[in-house]
């Protein structure tokens, strides 16, 4: 199963566009805390589609507390 819970604030305001296809998308970093570690931070990157993108856009900003339930997919490339 492939299911993450992420709880953490937003690094800067969304960015909402439109694919060409007319889909909406919005991509935005999170910064979650490590509960065990102090003064450390991770960075993830995320992409929401559709309503949840231009709700997203809409009403969230930097510094907004957010969480993310989702799926984690890493994409790799080489040179």
Not at 6 to 26: F, H, I, N, Q, V
Not at 57 to 69: H, N
């Amino acid at each position: 199963m492939n299911s993450v819970q992420l709880l953490g604030r937003l690094t800067k305001d969304p960015e909402l566009k439109y694919g060409s296809s007319g889909t909406a998308y919005t991509k935005f970093t999170l910064a979650v805390n490590r509960p065990f570690k102090k003064d450390e931070v991770d960075f993830i990157n995320c992409t929401a589609l559709g309503k949840g993108a231009e709700a997203i856009g809409e009403y969230v900003k930097k510094g907004d507390q957010f969480a993310v339930t989702g799926r984690i997919q890493v994409d790799t490339y080489e040179r």
